[in-house]
């Protein structure tokens, strides 16, 4: 199925609009992760996974009032308790729920505490009815160790690729595809920042698929170029980048298309628990396909550039011809 026929599109004029698009965004994130920092020790707001401390979700069957929750918690002489609605604009369906976090405590025996002391607390000092839906506790060294080993996960994950594409292609094959999976998680992690929203397992998971996904559209544009060179050699690099773009635009639509339609019900309809989950998928589906386009490919026509310049030229590989 192909959607657009004749397509003729000169991308790479584009490219300084898509630079200013990247930098605005990538900016942006970098200036909030900052100011977190600055407020709490730490650019991101890391969940429960990795600060440690204990995280209670309880169902009221009233809505519920956070200030009474919190003046609740209060008067049991739980401190520094985080209290926020799981409702969002686009989904009302969890106005009744509430996440009730205790900080992390220096002693792990005392997080185990932590769920009786909320129950406790709401039965006593708050008159509407709940139920606890889920319960996770997790001690400070354990969420430091998840912390680390998450960050290693991405990096390793982006070496596996460059090195990959540097057998499968050439060597700024790989760096062009690892800096657009980069700037893919930079934009993603920054839109976190941005919204206040809270780093959990579920979320590195779904930014370790977007970095799959992101290479595996990259992949397809390189893979079309490197086709193009050995048909047409005698076409310029920008000539030969921009036709390739056009001619795999429909399956990059398809794909993308419908894996965001899929990503984006889940964001509607899946719940509070995979909201971090799917939200990082909807934004990181969105730009990994932008920077496939507008990162990967004009890269390598910025490098072939430059050693032109440099006086030191090197074609990019062709395909080989196969065998019949």
């Not at 405590?105 to 889920?134: C, K, M, T, W």
């Not at 400070?140 to 292609?169: I, N």
């Not at 000539?239 to 019900?265: A, E, K, M, P, Y």
Request: net charge neutral.
């Amino acid at each position: 199925m192909e959607l657009f026929r004749g397509v003729n599109i000169d991308w790479l004029r584009l490219k300084w609009y898509f630079l200013a698009f990247s930098m605005i965004f990538s900016v942006a994130g970098l200036i909030s992760m900052g100011i977190h920092w600055a407020q709490i020790g730490s650019p991101l707001l890391l969940g429960v996974d990795f600060k440690g401390g204990t995280q209670v979700h309880v169902k009221f069957k009233q809505t519920p009032d956070i200030n009474r929750i919190r003046e609740a918690a209060a008067a049991a002489g739980i401190k520094d308790a985080i209290i926020k609605s799981t409702q969002s604009e686009i989904n009302e369906s969890g106005g009744n729920e509430v996440l009730i976090s205790l900080p992390e405590q220096q002693d792990e025996s005392a997080l185990d505490l932590g769920r009786q002391q909320i129950v406790d607390a709401l039965q006593a000092h708050y008159d509407n009815p709940f139920e606890v839906l889920n319960v996770d506790v997790v001690g400070p060294t354990v969420g430091h160790q998840l912390e680390t080993k998450a960050l290693l996960a991405t990096l390793w994950s982006m070496m596996g690729m460059l090195v990959y594409l540097w057998f499968r292609f050439q060597l700024i094959y790989g760096v062009a595809a690892v800096v657009a999976c980069f700037h893919d998680t930079l934009i993603t992690v920054g839109a976190f920042a941005l919204l206040n929203k809270e780093i959990s397992l579920t979320v590195i998971a779904a930014i370790l698929t977007l970095v799959g996904y992101s290479m595996n559209d990259t992949i397809v544009v390189f893979d079309r170029i490197r086709e193009n060179l050995r048909l047409n050699r005698r076409e310029s690099l920008p000539d030969v980048v921009n036709r390739s773009i056009n001619q795999t635009l429909s399956r990059t639509v398809l794909t993308s298309g419908l894996t965001f339609l899929t990503v984006l019900s889940l964001y509607i309809f899946g719940g509070q628990v995979l909201r971090g989950f799917s939200f990082a998928l909807v934004v990181g589906i969105l730009i990994g396909t932008y920077s496939s386009i507008a990162v990967a490919a004009p890269m390598l026509v910025a490098w072939q550039e430059w050693r032109t310049k440099q006086g030191k030229a090197v074609a990019l590989p062709a395909a080989r011809r196969t065998r019949v």
